[in-house]
């Protein structure tokens, strides 16, 4: 007997099951999902995710006094992560205050603003009281 003769077709179907097993697996990407911020110049952990205000998305420009308005900006897009009241903001502000900047516990750079009275978000929506870390000043901290 020759190798010709010991040779049997296989079909489509076992064709592509063979394919599948051979193939190399390749695992699906684990979405990463922010945990913490920390401040950009001292490394310090801030804020966790846990301690954040969501807000519904505002209008975006449309929602600016006419002359706030930017023509270029066209995605809504916020530019502060909104956080509860924590006691290291006060730590530094005098009592009373009903406006003021946020700063980084460690190195004392400015990290954001906050308000009693809000604040109108990039996006067009109004917080209220308004406690707004920039997201220029601090690092993601994905997990």
């Known amino acids: 007997m020759t190798d010709a003769e010991d040779f049997i077709p296989l079909s489509q179907a076992q064709i592509e099951t063979i394919d599948a097993i051979n193939e190399p697996k390749i695992s699906e990407p684990r979405k990463l999902t922010l945990s913490a911020l920390k401040c950009k110049k001292c490394r310090q952990t801030i804020v966790s995710?846990?301690?954040?205000?969501?807000?519904?998305?505002?209008?975006?420009q449309t929602a600016f006094a006419y002359k706030k308005r930017d023509s270029s900006f066209s995605q809504i897009v916020c530019s502060s992560y909104f956080i509860e009241p924590m006691d290291w903001i006060f730590d530094r502000v005098q009592e009373g205050e009903l406006e003021g900047k946020i700063k980084c516990p460690t190195c004392q750079v400015k990290?954001?603003?906050?308000?009693?009275?809000?604040?109108?978000?990039?996006?067009?929506?109004?917080?209220t009281p308004s406690f707004a870390i920039h997201r220029e000043k601090v690092d993601e901290v994905l997990t």
């Open 49 to 60: 995710t846990k301690d954040f205000v969501n807000h519904d998305q505002g209008k975006g």
């Open 111 to 127: 990290l954001g603003n906050f308000s009693w009275a809000g604040m109108q978000c990039s996006c067009g929506s109004w917080i």
